[in-house]
């Protein structure tokens, strides 16, 4: 079964004066996959946001949230959408359930067993009674993905959903969106400042810059990019080898690391390099290619900008 776009932002605009914040983007989101939404500081990433929820104006170009435009049908979009941005707003002086109650009733149409079924799907049921003042960081968390899942919606938008969290809440949390997209069919969009964990958490990432899409890929697919991968050579003599190769090309960008050599360049490449250092009386002891994380993906892609 073909997974559905829930999430679809064809060729919008966003302008404030004469700036151009968001410059004709355009890409989907599906059913059952978390997708990561990373840009450097100023990027345009909240601001894509806001106009998905509906918080800002869209200048040119159309959002729809399962099949509704987001401006023209406003309420039928929104209605489809659940979201915390950063830590979730909770009564601490009330229990978990109560919390969830004092939600529910804001859904005339919604029974009141979706609460338990909430409850279950982000697993608190032993602690669900207690007052959140004795809740764990990672707990009010999940509380509040339970929340943001009270009117079933069709996408859950999580503005860096991690920040305050220990090692253990992350995982944790991580497990959940993983399980919840899956299990529930649900398109979880996530925007984080924390790279690895985006790594660990989304099927696709999408990356703009100045308001532009850089790249939308895979995970999977863009850490296993044979293109432009970094390579790490161990040479003798080092230092003749590291003049040799800047004289050949400044697009290595070579650095010495540990007592071998690394530079940028398409692995398919690499025997033919191997040939033209030999020549010049430098002896290869070993090569290898280093696994790039998200985060030497992304500071590739962004020229070494950071993320917001």
């Known amino acids: 079964m073909e997974a559905k776009a829930i999430v679809q932002i064809k060729n919008v ?26 840009g450097p ?14 918080l800002m104006s869209i200048t040119k170009g159309e959002m729809y949230i399962d099949g509704f435009n987001v401006e023209k049908d406003f309420e039928k979009a929104v209605a489809k959408v659940g979201g915390i941005i950063e830590n979730p707003d909770l009564y601490k002086y009330l229990t978990g359930y109560q919390n969830l109650v004092h939600f529910w009733r804001m859904y005339p149409d919604l029974k009141k067993g979706r609460i338990d079924e909430v409850i279950k799907i ?10 959140i003042k004795t809740y764990s ?17 069709k996408v ?23 399980t919840l997209a899956k299990e529930e069919n649900i398109a979880v969009v996530v925007s984080s400042h924390l790279l690895s964990e985006m790594e660990l958490m989304c099927d696709r990432v999408g990356i703009i810059q100045n308001g532009k899409l850089v790249r939308i890929q895979e995970m999977k697919e863009m850490l ?14 080092i230092e003749k080898a590291k003049v040799y190769l800047e004289s050949l090309s400044s697009e290595y960008n070579s ?34 290619k280093v696994q790039q994380s998200l985060e030497g993906k992304f500071l590739e892609m962004t020229e070494g900008k950071e993320i917001e």
């Open 255 to 288: 650095k010495i690391n540990n007592n071998e050599i690394e530079i940028i360049e398409n692995i398919e490449n690499v025997p033919e390099l191997v040939e033209k250092l030999v020549n010049q009386g430098i002896k290869i002891y070993g090569i290898r």
């Open 156 to 178: 859950l938008v999580l503005d860096e959903p991690t920040n305050g969290l220990d090692p253990a809440g992350i995982h944790e949390l991580r497990n959940h969106l993983r």
């Open 122 to 131: 982000v697993g608190l049921e032993k602690r669900i009674h207690d007052k």
């Open 224 to 237: 296993e990019d044979d293109s432009d991968s970094v390579i790490a050579l161990s040479v003798e003599p």
């Open 13 to 38: 605009t966003k302008k404030i004066g004469k700036k151009v914040i968001i410059d004709d983007l355009t890409f989907d989101v599906f059913s059952g996959e978390v997708f990561g939404f990373l």
């Open 137 to 153: 960081l990672g707990m009010r968390q999940r509380l509040g993905v339970a929340q943001a899942l009270l009117n079933s919606p």
């Open 41 to 54: 500081n100023g990027a345009g990433k909240t601001t894509t946001i806001k106009m998905l929820l509906g």
